[in-house]
């Protein structure tokens, strides 16, 4: 038995002797608590897992129900509206949650977290705990996880050729140029450059606002980068986002053949058999590379963040170099947004179920979120959790436990660090009508122009025409509002 | 008094009569109504509501809140925002300047649905026959002209084409080969029971499954034909990266999992043929070909045009195969009007997607009866002439 697995049995083990919150021992006999989210074994495999520990304890019944990422959301929101309340719980992006909150679907969780002295939000790093958890200022969903895009290197390969790790997309696509097609696995295959999931209705999305955000966001969070935040114009028809859809195209010229077919799974089954020298990716690499299928890449795989030298003016609407005026947080002369794609898993209880029920769905979230369990949860790359409390990103006892070298260790704690403490970082949308913005038209889109069906100005404009669609529907007003609540007051 | 429980009213019990027998005979009349009365039911609950309630969808736009659905009546909006707005270019294509190839094609085609028409009117069909091919005409001329104005005018086209694409070619595919391998089956071949069963087991497997086996035997780099692309110089081509490509191998999994079911059909047909007129014909010293022409396909004709209408009326249905294999890219390269409403719906747009629905019964209502009426009823009267 490896440490990994070690540490998973004497985390339930602690958990099942000392679990004393709010719940007890068979308090919540013959109570059935469903939840809905994404398929196993990322997140509903842990999800699972703490299920039946919970069970042990307290005699609640914990079912999961899994569905394709890209239906988690309208499944929830159909059955909570339309009276099913088939789903107790859904564990989903932070940022979904504001929209069903809205329409009063959510349970306020603060009088729970009043009573429970285990889950220790102040642990909670400060963007997560105000900004994910919250809704309208109170607590209505509960983080299992954290979420930044960073890029991931070959540490071992880059140093072969000489290379540096990359600062800006441009040195992302000529390290990527450089290095693609060399033999990365030790088998004689050629690897790729780059591996980005690309895939249509999956999460190709993300990766285009993560070069996105380095050009056209550089005031501080609450600037935004997908609207005007004060109008909510969209801001994507210009010069900055043209420029991240064109280096996401040319990313694709060192990927896999296949990579516009490619999900989230295609490519860490790529790069964990070490194909792969330049990724864009969440916190999972980093544990990931500790699987005994990822021998090859063991400690190799290192994470950095990367941003850009050229900026968007957003009164000229071109791109300008970056500098004190153009963008004040850049470091080096280099503007850095680190994207928190998709904000973190977190889990939101229903309004409507069961008043017992309730508070079992709660304990539960509070269960999972607790340190006992999600500090071990975020050093196993397959439970999909990253890091998201301080005491995970304090030290790096922790990661050196689970089998990183100390070298790893402090290059992945502190790229997430430096995305975290970013006063430029850059936030995933949090308004009313959030997955249909980005999940369906910038989605829709984004793979129209990655397949050559039309011109990235066409995408452009489309998305554009898109977005004032949603904003219209929802009302303009409500949704300025729900953005200065989400980021702050527009700058 | 013998003849008064004939004359006994139903609910009414005459004197003389228990009301026993009174109800029994008012029950064995009503008998009909009552055995079919669950069946309609049901028809009515899960298949003809959900059709009609399904306008309410497509005429509004539709919010959900914590009271449930709430229903804005927008009209045609939805329907209009496929045709002239948003989901223009997803649901018809994109449009600029129609081509030489495109005009001529149309105009030849306008000709050919004029001549078509007049021809009609001067045979004397009647007032609701021709009503019938003017609406077939004008759908036959909206896709020409959607066909002229995007491929043949090098434009990307839309989800309605790529539905057609399915159906049309799909379906000829499918109905050619099946025909083949149905023929081949009912001849004194050795092993033929084993080839009947071999060639019928695709049916049998869900079409998700179909579509994951297809993605892992067509990945270029990782499925077991790897060493064959690379041998061929296409380790690295992506075809899931390539419109056309994309479409042909839904087609070719969509074939291998409906062949069977034509086969099967076809095989059935073949050999109820009456042997007597074949061997009839051989010693008349008929060639093999002129006695499948003049014999065999006359007599399979009426089976072989059903089968050929369920298909495609499964075919326009396209969904799962171009969800799973390319989750409808590149682009929208594969998406079928199936997969695109449920897009819409997954995206909780009700209002677009019920409409893309409703468009999707029109055309596949008016293609099917179109076939029907003037390609399958007018060969079997030509047969039976």
């Known amino acids: 038995m490896d440490f990994r697995k070690l540490a998973v049995a004497a985390a339930s083990a602690v958990a099942l002797c000392g679990w004393s919150g709010v719940a007890g021992a068979g308090q919540y006999d013959g109570i059935t608590i469903n939840i809905l989210t994404r398929p196993g074994p990322v997140i509903a495999g842990a999800v699972s897992q703490h299920g039946k520990e919970f069970e042990k304890l307290t005699g609640a019944k914990i079912i999961v129900n899994e569905v394709p990422y890209a239906e988690i959301f309208p499944k929830v929101q159909q059955d909570w509206s339309t009276g099913t309340n088939s789903i107790d719980v859904a564990v989903f992006a932070a940022g979904w949650g504001v929209e069903l909150a809205a329409a009063g679907l959510l349970e306020n969780l603060d009088p729970y977290i009043a009573k429970d002295g285990k889950i220790d939000l102040q642990d909670i790093a400060p963007y997560f705990r105000e900004f994910a958890q919250k809704i309208g200022g109170h607590t209505m969903v509960i983080q299992v996880d954290g979420d930044f895009q960073m890029v991931y290197y070959r540490k071992d390969i880059l140093e072969k050729n000489n290379l540096q790790p990359p600062k800006t997309w441009d040195d992302y696509l000529a390290i990527a140029k450089a290095i693609n097609g060399q033999d990365m696995s030790g088998d004689g295959k050629p690897g790729y450059g780059s591996c980005i999931f690309k895939k249509r209705n999956a999460q190709s999305y993300f990766a285009v606002q993560t070069i996105a955000s380095t050009i056209v966001q550089t005031q501080g969070t609450a600037q935004g980068f997908q609207f005007e935040n004060a109008t909510m114009k969209p801001l994507v028809n210009n010069a900055g986002w043209k420029k991240a859809f064109e280096l996401y195209k040319e990313t694709s010229k060192y990927g896999p053949p296949e990579e516009l077919n490619m999900d989230i799974g295609d490519t860490r089954a790529l790069f964990k058999s070490g194909r792969c020298g330049l990724l864009i990716e969440w916190g999972d690499p980093g544990p990931l590379q500790l699987e005994d299928d990822a021998k090859v890449i063991k400690n190799k795989l290192y994470a950095t963040n990367v941003g850009s030298k050229e900026v968007l003016d957003r009164k000229t609407g071109k791109l300008v170099p970056v500098s004190k005026e153009s963008a004040p947080n850049a470091i080096d002369g280099i503007n850095y947004a680190p994207f928190s794609a998709f904000g973190g898993w977190g889990g939101a209880v229903n309004a409507k179920s069961d008043p017992k029920v309730k508070q079992a769905a709660y304990d539960f979230l509070s269960f999972m979120s607790q340190k006992e369990q999600s500090n071990v949860d975020v050093t196993l790359g397959w439970t999909g959790f990253n890091p998201y409390r301080l005491s995970q990103l304090k030290s790096t006892d922790l990661w050196v436990k689970s089998g990183m070298d100390e070298g790893l260790a402090k290059n992945y704690m502190g790229a997430i660090n430096d995305a975290l403490n970013n006063p430029n970082m850059s936030s995933d949308l949090k308004i009313p009508g959030a997955q249909q913005y980005t999940a369906v038209v910038l989605d829709t889109e984004l793979a129209r122009y990655m397949a050559g069906e039309i011109t990235v100005d066409e995408a452009l404009k489309n998305i554009e025409a898109g977005w004032e669609k949603i904003t219209r529907d929802f009302g303009r007003d409500e949704q300025i509002k729900q953005m200065a609540l989400a980021v702050g007051p527009a700058k | ?385």
């Open chain 2, 1 to 385: 008094m013998s003849d008064g429980t004939a004359t006994s009213q139903p609910g009414i019990s005459p004197a003389g009569l228990s009301r026993g027998e009174s109800w029994g005979e008012w029950f064995d009349r009503q008998s009909r109504t009552f055995f079919i009365a669950p069946a309609v039911t049901l028809v009515l609950l899960f298949a003809i509501f959900p059709t009609f309630y399904t306008i309410v969808f497509a005429i509004s736009h539709v919010r959900f809140s914590a009271t449930g659905l709430k229903f804005r009546t927008v009209w045609f909006e939805n329907f209009a925002a496929q045709f002239t707005g948003n989901q223009q270019v997803h649901f018809l294509g994109r449009f600029t300047s129609m081509s030489t190839a495109g005009w001529v094609f149309s105009l030849v085609t306008a000709g050919a649905l004029l001549w078509w028409l007049y021809r009609a009117f001067v045979s004397g069909a009647t007032w609701v026959g021709l009503a019938g091919r003017v609406i077939s005409a004008a759908m036959a001329m909206f896709i020409a002209l959607l066909f002229a104005a995007t491929l043949l005018s090098g434009n990307q086209w839309g989800t309605l084409l790529n539905t057609l694409f399915y159906v049309v070619v799909g379906c000829s595919i499918q109905f050619v080969i099946g025909l083949m391998l149905a023929f081949l089956c009912s001849q004194p071949v050795i092993g033929k029971n084993f080839f009947r069963v071999l060639f019928f087991i695709p049916l049998m497997i869900t079409p998700l499954g179909v579509g994951y086996a297809f993605k892992m035997i067509l990945d270029v780099t990782k499925g077991p034909f790897q060493p064959f692309w690379k041998l061929v110089g296409l380790g690295n081509w992506a075809w899931s990266t390539d419109a056309w490509a994309a479409r042909w191998f839904v087609i070719l999994g969509d074939s291998w999992q409906w062949i069977p079911f034509i086969f099967i059909v076809l095989l059935a047909a073949l050999e109820n043929v009456p042997k007597d007129h074949v061997e009839a014909a051989q010693v008349d010293g008929a060639s093999s070909f002129q006695i499948f022409r003049e014999i065999t396909w006359p007599q399979i004709l009426p089976v072989a045009a059903t089968v050929m209408l369920i298909r495609m009326i499964e075919a326009f249905k396209i969904v799962d195969l171009p969800n799973i294999m390319t989750a409808g890219g590149p682009g929208i390269a594969t998406e079928s009007m199936t997969l695109h409403s449920l897009f819409l719906w997954r995206a909780n747009d009700m209002g677009d997607s019920a409409a893309v629905a409703y468009l999707l019964l029109i055309l596949t209502v008016v293609v099917c009866s179109s076939f029907f009426n003037y390609v399958v009823l007018k060969r079997l009267r030509k047969a039976r002439a």
